[in-house]
């Protein structure tokens, strides 16, 4: 993979979360970064470098956010049917 620069980074990961509604963590596992450099390129450079797709991402993210108690119960609900 070649070597990006943060901006560069940034832009790349508001892009993937975008076209595939990813969350944060999946984002970070995906691309072998931390959640918390993830959340901070998209969340605070972003704003610097694109305003527009800064806001395409916040909205991905708030849907994620607002969906988390879901996806938490359908995961807890997935462990104890294998048991």
């Known amino acids: 993979m070649r070597s990006l620069s943060i901006d560069e ?6 892009q ?21 450099t993830v959340h901070k390129d998209v969340s605070q450079r972003l704003l610097k ?9 916040r909205v991905v993210l708030d849907e994620n ?10 995961a807890t609900k997935m462990k104890y049917k294998k048991s």
Do not use: Q
Not at 16 to 26: A, M, N
Not at 49 to 57: E, M, Q, R, T
């Open 9 to 14: 980074r940034a832009v790349e990961l508001a």
């Open 16 to 36: 993937y979360i975008i076209d595939s509604k990813d969350t944060v963590r999946g984002t970070a596992a995906k691309f072998g970064i931390s959640k918390s």
């Open 49 to 57: 470098i694109n305003p527009s797709l800064a806001k395409c991402v």
């Open 65 to 74: 956010k607002a969906e988390r108690h879901i996806r938490g119960g359908m």
